[in-house]
T-cell receptor
Framework: GENVEQHPSTLSVQEGDSAVIKCTYS??????FPWYKQELGKGPQLIID?????GEKKDQRIAVTLNKTAKHFSLHITETQPEDSAVYFC?????????????FGTGTSLTVIP | GAVVSQHPSRVICKSGTSVKIECRSL??????MFWYRQFPKQSLMLMAT?????????EQGVEKDKFLINHASLTLSTLTVTSAHPEDSSFYIC???????????FGPGTRLTVT
């Protein structure tokens, strides 16, 4: 089955700096890669996603890049703010081939220092 | 759009009793709902996948007789933890997927504490 690895597990940045979180996946058939933000005691919130036919996607301060050849994708947050502090999870999906199941990374705890 | 609710948000029950958790898609029809369990500072662990009108598919190691899942309508799925024990204490989260959609939208989670 699919295996997703996520790094780093913790990340601290100064407010205003950029943060980058990286994930790798093992199954080249994976075709959908969402990123979720989870605040303490809450459910994950979808913040951005990318499909395998796209190399990059941007939404204001958040961007995701995908390298299918290397089988890795990254989340980029620019101009970080204290409210960006949360745990971020990446995931990979093979779509209908596996019942649309998501394979999650282990999470990155991001702290933005004011 | 794409709002998923869960009820209750927190529940405390005594060992041996059963607890039902509801997951509702509020503004869309969910052909598939997923149930996850999350331990502190860990990732989400998929327990089961439920499709409306059919039996749930459980992941390996998840006891189907202990975690009963019902997906009776396109907007409601329930998870019943039967004969709960302290080791069942955890954060349970559901997600929902539209027909022909790739995205999963998560509920806010239910904190279960078994005493």
């Amino acid at each position: 089955g699919e295996n997703v690895e996520q790094h780093p597990s913790t990340l601290s940045v100064q407010e205003g700096d950029s943060a980058v979180i990286k994930c790798t996946y093992s199954d080249s058939a994976s075709n959908y890669f969402p990123w979720y933000k989870q605040e303490l005691g809450k459910g994950p919130q979808l913040i951005i996603d990318i499909r395998s036919n796209v190399g990059e996607k941007k939404d204001q301060r958040i961007a995701v890049t995908l390298n299918k050849t290397a089988k890795h994708f990254s989340l980029h947050i620019t101009e970080t703010q204290p409210e960006d502090s949360a745990v971020y999870f990446c995931a990979a999906s093979l779509g209908v081939n596996t019942g649309n199941q998501f394979y999650f990374g282990t999470g990155t705890s991001l702290t933005v220092i004011p | 759009g794409a709002v998923v609710s869960q009820h209750p948000s927190r529940v405390i029950c005594k060992s041996g009793t059963s607890v039902k958790i509801e997951c509702r898609s509020l503004d869309f029809q969910a052909t598939t709902m997923f149930w996850y369990r999350q331990f502190p500072k860990q990732s989400l662990m998929l327990m089961a996948t439920s499709n409306e009108g059919s039996k749930a598919t459980y992941e390996q190691g998840v006891e189907k007789d202990k975690f009963l899942i019902n997906h009776a309508s396109l907007t409601l799925s329930t998870l019943t933890v039967t004969s709960a024990h302290p080791e069942d204490s955890s954060f349970y989260i559901c997600s929902a997927r539209r027909d022909r959609g790739l995205e999963q939208y998560f509920g806010p989670g239910t904190r279960l504490t078994v005493t």
